[in-house]
């Protein structure tokens, strides 16, 4: 290790690659933003910006969805760190990357965010993206769907409260795969982290189906025996 | 985004825990390097150094690997970025952390390094640690253990050829508990990624057992599939 200020620094900034899910068009949908100033004017982009000195990259990645897009309080995790020598016209730029999982209950937040043109899009047919996003996105795709089949991270995906059959299709819809149902539910409620409601759907034409809540305390105790959940 | 050069930059580094297997001993090790500057002066640390303008983080993790210990050819991945504020006594300083396996051909080429004073330690009992080298290690010894329950990389810390018995005790020695042997092998049989070979251990006092190599091909071909392996 030698010294500090012999080396020259790269510009360090913190992206976000936001995905929410909408069940009734049975997409799975990334939040992307209309760059406004070059390189990439005009172009869509991952949200993001740059780490300031007193800020953890996770910190920077959460005020700047906070500030582009409006959205707080959501999931976040460090995907992978972009640094490939040309990745950005400007120079040396770095990017620790992060993906973030919105519940539909802050699909509106974000919509209502005037800050920029926050647009939702399909995750898999995405428009032409500024930078290597392109590749950002195609690396929270495989992380998103590998982790789906380990820990239970698509709950962070659906409203508090979901049916089986809701928690089936997001599966199905991220995984891009139809799953058997019998499997399915014997597979989920084998987790043991599902907690079943008092409740059942409301507003439906058919039998109204019962509904369930994530339980987060008994996962936290699960992982820590080391949970596995194969779909 | 905002124009790049009003930012301050941060300095970046690549750090790297390197994991070894011990098999006699049953032990996991990591190999670390004693400081021969400030901060942390003769203190143990993870293998690293600064990243430099026209080289990627992984690039930069490589060099430091075959500058500060020896090691070529090595199975490197990714780990997490680690940017807290505070974290070094010297100013604002990211450390993209890889983590890497080196199978036991390639522990007497460390060894043999004198380009630093590099020692192989237990991994759940280093000494103490420069900077949150602590803390890397610990983000790199929970990666181990969950990637080895469903992926198969753990290979890379065992010779090219390998009994059963061999391939078990890594999976005991890493995740710290005792595995049912007649369990054990058809799980790991099942996963179709050993190739069965005609020799037999040398050397041993007893019935010789069969060895093995892994079979990357066969990985691969499965990985895309999606393969999943919970021990």
């Not at 049975?26 to 004017?41: G, H, S, T, V």
């Not at 392109?134 to 795709?141: G, H, K, P, S």
Request: one cysteine or more.
């Amino acid at each position: 290790m030698r010294q500090t200020y012999e080396y020259e620094r790269p510009a360090l900034t913190a992206d976000c690659v936001i995905f929410g899910l909408d069940l009734s068009a049975e997409k799975l949908n990334i939040l992307l933003i209309e760059r406004d100033r070059e390189p990439f004017a005009g172009v869509w982009a991952i949200p993001g910006g740059f780490v300031q000195p007193d800020e953890s990259p996770a910190a920077a990645a959460l005020r700047e969805l906070r500030e582009e897009t409006g959205i707080v309080n959501v999931f976040l995790e460090q995907l992978y760190t972009f640094g490939e020598p040309g990745r950005d016209p400007r120079g040396w730029v770095v990017s620790v990357a992060f993906y973030a999982l919105v519940s539909p209950d802050k699909h509106a937040l974000a919509a209502a965010s005037d800050a920029r043109r926050a647009v939702w899009f399909p995750a898999t047919a995405p428009p032409p993206l500024a930078f290597d996003h392109q590749e950002i996105l195609r690396v929270a795709l495989l992380r998103l769907r590998g982790k789906l089949t380990y820990a239970p991270i698509g709950f962070e995906l659906l409203p508090q409260k979901f049916t089986i059959k809701q928690l089936q299709k997001l599966y199905e819809i991220v995984l891009d795969r139809k799953l058997d149902n019998r499997n399915f539910r014997k597979k989920i409620f084998g987790m043991g982290v599902l907690r079943e409601l008092a409740e059942t759907q409301q507003g439906v034409p058919h039998r109204a189906a019962r509904l369930y809540k994530f339980d987060a305390r008994q996962y936290r105790q699960l992982t820590k025996r080391g949970l596995s959940f194969e779909v």
